[in-house]
């Protein structure tokens, strides 16, 4: 959950830190920290509650200098969120200070041994138990900061990403990682770097890094990590066995994480998502040959073509993408497909064989209970695809084979393009195998490839015109509670919806199938409860005129999204937002934009801060 950014070269590190933690902020913003080693060889070490701008201001007239240093944005597990338990965390000695991303399971059980050896702890964090711990291996094993670094992670249990400062050795970093994200970045060749000196960035991923380099190195489980301003780089594993570096090209450009003149991250992702489709569908659905070209699929053709089921494991709002895929994937290759909370599917004990396929859905591909599934399905003989938006993420790495979405970077904590991206790229993998398997007719797979090229024209028609929906939002700003409606491929819609506008408005939504109102739901409907209902009229579209007429007649407000022209709905409704009309499997790519729009200026008439919403984080990397 949290965001790690380091340095080492011949720059200063401060105002790289700085403004590698407000890039990284998206991942946490309970506090912030700073550590530097100053010209004079002092370990500094700087802290705040809140956001980075209050670091950035506790800073003001403080000793900032120095060409080494690691930073931290925390988003709290352990320990409330306050300067005390805010990184870096010092040693007691304070000759180390230490930042972590991940949660140490067996913390307690080491911090009662090290107080038991005199250890005095000043924060409730299980981090502080980790930098306690290196120190202690130092003195009892009179070795290296590197070597007490290996021997204090074979102790741990659980997941963590770290990079630690020593006072005595002011010319190198050190990090590791396990089942947390963390990326070394090394340092073009530039002039404030004198002959014979390198520089090296580290970042939880790629934001705090593309402005200075792209290339990269993607840290594995369990490897452990010491640069220097030299141009070492030694990687070790944990037993000390030296492991050699690929160097890789980010696919990633400053623009794609700069607002771009928009308010907010949020604002500009649900108006890339066009374009963003477009990018995702280039290559791939190729209109002149009527075919479907996914590699991931192409290349294990024989392993789709005797699949027996297909198990998609996902969280929040790609559980919901998983949801549409899973009905247009059974009917375009009549296998069973099954959706699954990944955090528990881990916990319980599923019937899996091998000839079932996990899909992995995770727009970071850093998921702590979808990696997690992801080692459950190995270990029963499944073979594993990822679906994830970030290249070279731990889900990808640890899976047999997939896709990526190539929608770009989202930074906002409440996920839009992601979720449209992980539907059209569910509805391809569908298609794919489809053609593999033959289980659809011609005519209808060549008419289901030229309907899905549109998608992205009829995005932005239904961006240009939704209308003032920042007027429509401030109606609805002091509702308590909302209620959304949906039917066949519009439920999933509805969930995420309801979703939304939880997450940035703080107001409490529900999602249901419209039918499914009458079994309880319907109680709570008055005049003073807003209802959105999804009715395009493709799909169950007499039905749930049906459903919309139970509401009105018990006084519900309705807002309702219907396809252009509609006239039953419309007359039934108090506010209607219009959308091109398409074939019902594909009609949640644009239903959900009204509702993305309608969440965001909600939230904003409500004074909520939309791209970092409270208690949440973009990547949720522990449990």
Known sequence: MCGIVGYIGTRQAYPILIKGLHRLEYRGYDSAGISLINESGDLLVYKAKGKVSALKASTEGCDTHGTIGIAHTRWATHGEPNQANAHPHYSQSHMLALVHNGIIENYKSLRAELEHHGMIFCSDTDTEVLVQLVEYMQTTHQCDTYTAVHLALKNVVGAYAIAVLDKRNPGQLIAARKGSPLIIGVGKDNETCPAGESEFFIGSDATPIIEFTDKVIYLKDEEVVMINRHGKCAITNLDSVSQTPQLCTLQLSLDQ??????????????????????????????????????????????????????????CGTSWHSALIGKYFIEEATQIPVEVEYASEFRYRNPALSPSDIVVAVSQSGETADTLAAIQLAKEHGC????????????????????TYLHVGPEIGVASTKAFTGQVITLIMFGLAIAQERKTLPTELFNQLIDDLALIPDKMQWVLDHTGDISQLAKIFTYCHNFIYLGR??????????????????????????????????????????????????????????????????????????????????????????????????????????????????????????????RNLAKSVTVE
Request: proline content about 5%; charged content about 25%.
């Open 488 to 613: 066949g491929y519009n439920y999933p819609v509805a969930l995420e919806g309801a979703l939304k506008l939880k997450e940035i408005s703080y107001i409490h939504a529900e999602g249901y199938p419209a039918a499914e109102m009458k079994h309880g739901p319907i109680a709570l409907v008055d005049e003073e409860m807003p209802v959105v209902v999804i009715a395009p009229k493709r799909g169950m579209y007499d039905k749930i005129v049906s459903n919309i007429q139970e509401i009105k007649s018990r006084k519900g407000r309705i807002l309702s999204i219907v396809t252009e022209g509609d006239v039953t709905v419309k007359e039934m409704s108090d506010f209607c937002i219009e959308v091109p009309d398409t074939r019902d499997s594909y009609a949640p790519l644009l239903t959900v934009i009204p509702l993305q729009l309608l969440s965001y200026h909600i939230a904003i008439a409500k004074g909520r801060n939309v791209d970092q919403p």
């Open 383 to 402: 073979f594993v695809y990822g679906i994830s938006n970030v290249i070279g993420a731990s889900i990808p790495r640890a899976s047999d084979s997939g």
């Open 257 to 314: 994480i700069e607002k771009g003149g928009f308010d907010h991250f949020m604002l500009k992702e649900i108006f890339e998502q066009p374009s963003a489709i477009r990018t995702c569908i280039r290559g791939r659905v190729n209109t002149q040959e009527h075919r479907v070209l996914l590699s991931g699929i192409q290349d294990h053709c024989a392993q789709f073509k005797s699949a027996k089921r297909i198990i998609i494991c996902a």
